[in-house]
């Protein structure tokens, strides 16, 4: 019964579906990508099996937590699992490949699917994503899409890609759009989910072929690149996008519609810049956004504040090429994507 990861991608694996036995408050941190949550320990029963097993009585413990699995199986098995015919084939994991995935693995295996649990549980795929991560180098062939706050980066990566180039949306997969006004409605993913997303992502990109992806500082929100990653963007070649700041403007009005939607979010957005400008510049922000002028608002968020900050980011890197883009339409960042993708020689 027990599987062995050796090495990443688990997608060429034979199974049919991956479940994910742990805890929700486990599963939430991180977990193999595609996986369901089916725990049979809810977050409170994990808590009063643990607390027993060190505090009581190690049997009592088993023992109790063996009802808990054995009442939670049968709720998968007659719920989320209901309509799986004599056919399937699940790998199914815990922490450390103990007894929560053993337990559940035995009961369906009794009913005659063909089950495998993974060796070492989570532990085991967690070591195979550090090691590519922060052990080996990447052996894919980057190349970083650069430009001043407003020239469409994360929008041309989406034309890239449609256009048939490959493409890490870094800021997608840590659910952040990388400034001061970047954060986004749902929360963003834990260090290690992030790097999941990561390698998955990496993983079904084809290592022969050049890979575009937003040139970023080390951390988007409060998630960081992790070294392989980052060592590579370091030596990456880059193509620069330029705009005129209107442009610019008008475009984050576009990108940005929940700040524009939202007055009391914006200003604090723009109070979250108070420990870089001065009073009156501040207070000049939030008339602009006051009376609706969020494309000047934009614009001089460009002049003021961010490309200043920006101005020798990135300044030692192999450079490309240079796009110069005219007004953000969509033909433009069409015209852009066949261009960037010419110049990496796709």
């Known amino acids: 019964m027990p599987h062995i990861l050796t090495a990443l991608p688990l997608t060429g694996l034979p199974f049919d579906e991956i479940i994910d036995v742990r805890a929700p408050a486990e599963f939430a941190e991180d977990h193999i990508p595609g996986a369901v949550n089916l725990p049979v320990l809810s977050d409170a029963e994990r808590a009063r099996v643990g607390t027993l097993y060190v505090r009581e009585d190690r049997f009592l413990a088993r023992k109790v937590g063996a ?15 209901a309509d799986r015919d004599g056919g399937w084939r699940p790998l199914v ?45 990447l052996p894919h062939r980057l190349i970083l899409i650069d430009g001043g706050t407003g020239t469409g980066k994360t929008e041309l990566l989406h034309v890239i890609r449609r256009a048939g180039g490959q493409v890490v949306d870094l800021e997608g997969l840590a659910n952040h759009r990388g400034s001061n006004f970047g954060g986004l409605a749902d929360p963003q993913p834990s260090q290690k989910m992030f790097e999941s997303r990561l390698v998955h992502a990496l993983d079904r990109l084809d290592d022969r072929q050049p890979i575009f992806l937003e040139a970023e500082s080390n951390a988007i929100g409060r998630v960081r690149l992790p070294p392989a990653l980052w060592s590579a963007m370091a030596t990456a070649e880059v193509i620069r996008l330029q705009a005129p700041a209107a442009a610019r403007g008008r475009f984050l009005t576009t990108t940005y519609p ?71 339409s969509p033909a433009d960042l069409a015209r852009a994507a066949d261009r960037a993708i010419a110049m990496a020689g796709g």
């Open 67 to 81: 009802a808990l699995v054995a009442r939670n199986a049968a709720l998968h098995i007659e719920g989320p699992l």
């Open 93 to 137: 994991y815990c922490w450390r490949g103990g007894q929560r995935s053993n337990s559940f693995a035995t009961i369906l295996s009794q009913i005659g699917w063909r089950v495998d649990v993974v060796e070492g549980g989570y532990r085991s795929y967690r070591r195979l994503v550090a090691a590519r991560l922060y052990e080996d180098a």
């Open 258 to 328: 929940d700040l524009t939607a939202d007055p009391d979010l914006l200003a604090r957005r723009i109070d979250s810049l108070r420990p870089y400008h001065a009073r009156d510049v501040i207070d000049e922000w939030h008339a602009l956004a006051r009376g609706g002028q969020h494309a000047e608002l934009a614009a001089d968020l460009i002049a003021r504040h961010y490309d200043p900050r920006y101005r020798n980011h990135g300044k030692d890197r192999t450079e490309l090429g240079r796009i110069e883009l005219r007004d953000m």
